[in-house]
């Protein structure tokens, strides 16, 4: 277990009216009261919050003024001692602060490792873990009130209560092994084995049915915006980008040549990609053709195909008719503010069963029923997030994809009528695979591996 002292700036870097460095460890109370002049923290009741000044020992000047909270192991989220020190001067004082602390000891801490140490500690389990870092990257509502969730530990109760099952299952199983007294004993056993393997893989497939709405709560719907030149695609990225909140654009750590916008239409995030991009799509069709087109746009999740209601048809717009064609697409007439040159009925044929929308975005109309298409593309109107347990963790998905395979082996085997220890090695895997969504099987080297992806100070 680890047993020094760490530190780190918790709060995101950049100007703020405070600031907090927090430190956890045996060595907390000890290291910022030598530095602390105001009340003495070793005699301060837990959980409380005290003012003073932080000393600078070299030079014996204030380096800021401060509210530290002392918060006494175990109650706390590392369940070691910790100590927040709210500064207020800026982030050459919270630099400052937070240099002091390690000349007198405290070591800086990695990412994610105050959430590991919570981990380790047993305080919570590796999916809530992961919660804890997704929910600090949350673009939207919903996604955050999703992390909250399993950071509530919905999905680790779920999972305990599978495994529960298949350990209760495999041990029945076992009895009845060891005491065959019994003919039909077998008999029965296969029959438990089955009834309970078939109710544990449809929970499976529950869970992952609803996966992809998670992965995309996650990570926002690839949006595309093509069209022809001038027929208003730039218009309707600023108005989407306008009329709803624009969510975190910058994620810090990652240098990204494209630009990306999130915004949060009616509880599902998009992201649009690469305003850049939405003049190159102008062209793309001539210069790559339909085929490679298609390709590349198949990798958005949404596709916005404007047309312009003041021209007619031309070449162009048939040729990305065809590159969309059986890809999730809204056809998007604008301009409807001047005369109508398009041939409307020819639109509706090509576009089949697609939504049509017609829009004037400079009198910003139709805005809303655009929105309310984009939002039944893809959950049949608002996401409800209310009872659902939703797995959105690119690692969990593929545990639960290995589980659900390991239970299918058994289940198999069961209809082959293999013996039921061999069946049972199956059901182990699979309970094992379950485990190590929430870190009770997981290896150490995964575990380093999973906390240095959060943020510092995390
Ligand atoms: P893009 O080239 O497809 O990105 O098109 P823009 O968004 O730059 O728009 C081209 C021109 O059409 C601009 O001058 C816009 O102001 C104008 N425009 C966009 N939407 C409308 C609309 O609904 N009605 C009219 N009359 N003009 C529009």
Redesign the pocket.
């Known amino acids: 277990m680890a047993t020094d002292t760490i530190t780190a700036i918790s709060t995101p870097i950049g100007e703020g009216a405070i600031a907090i460095v927090r430190l956890s460890g045996p060595e907390a109370i000890t290291i910022t009261n030598e530095l602390f002049s105001g009340k003495d923290l070793h005699e301060v009741a837990s959980h409380t919050i005290n003012y003073g000044k932080i000393m600078d020992p070299d030079t014996e000047d204030i380096a800021d003024e401060v509210m530290v909270s002392v918060m006494r192991a175990p109650r706390t989220f590392t369940r070691e001692d910790i100590i927040e020190i709210n500064c207020h001067g800026g982030m050459v004082a919270v630099n400052r602060v937070l240099e002091i602390l390690l000349s007198k000891g405290a070591r800086l801490a990695e990412p994610g490792e105050f959430t590991k140490r919570a981990f380790l500690n047993g305080r919570i389990d590796l999916s809530q873990a992961e919660a804890v870092m997704d929910l600090i990257r949350a673009k939207t509502d919903k996604a955050m009130s999703v992390a909250l969730k399993q950071m509530d530990g919905r999905l680790s109760k779920l999972i305990a209560k599978l495994r529960q099952e298949l350990l209760e299952t495999v041990a029945h199983v076992e009895v009845n092994i060891d005491y065959p007294e019994y003919d039909d004993v077998e008999e029965m056993s296969h029959e438990v084995m089955r009834t309970k393997t078939k109710e544990v893989h449809q929970e499976i497939e529950e869970l992952l049915s609803v996966a992809k709405q998670g992965k995309i709560l996650r990570e926002g719907i690839a949006t595309a915006i093509i ?12 108005t989407l980008v306008q009329e709803n909140k624009a969510i975190v654009t910058d994620i810090p750590g990652t240098t990204r040549d494209i630009i990306e916008e999130y915004v949060n239409v009616r509880g599902v995030p998009l992201r649009l990609v690469d305003t850049a991009g ?2 190159e799509t ?1 062209d793309i069709v001539e210069k790559i053709g339909v085929e490679r087109s298609r390709q590349v746009l198949r990798e958005s999740n949404l596709i916005l195909f ?1 047309l312009n ?2 021209e007619a048809l031309t070449k162009e717009d048939e040729k990305l008719f065809e590159a969309v064609k059986g890809l999730d697409y809204i056809v998007i007439v ?5 005369e109508a040159k398009i041939d409307l009925e020819y639109v509706k044929e090509l576009a089949g069963d697609r939504p049509i929308i017609t ?5 910003e ?1 139709g805005v809303d029923e655009l929105e309310k298409a984009i939002a039944a593309t893809f959950f049949d109107g608002e996401i409800d997030t209310g009872d659902m347990t939703y797995v959105s963790n690119i690692r969990h998905i593929q545990l639960l994809k290995q589980a659900k395979q390991a239970l299918e082996d058994a289940m198999e085997g069961i209809e082959l009528g293999m013996p039921l220890d061999i069946v049972q090695i199956d059901v182990t895997r699979t309970w094992e695979f379950l485990g190590e969504i929430i870190g009770d099987t997981a290896s150490d080297s995964l575990i380093d591996q999973l906390f240095s992806q959060f943020c510092l100070g995390k």
């Not at 604008?334 to 001047?338: A, F, Q, R, S, Y």
Request: aromatic content about 0%; charged content about 30%; proline content about 3%.
């Open positions: 069209g022809r030149p001038n027929v208003g695609k730039s218009s309707l990225m600023n939405i003049r102008e404007v209601h003041n604008n301009k409807t503010d001047l829009t004037s975005l400079i009198e109309e």
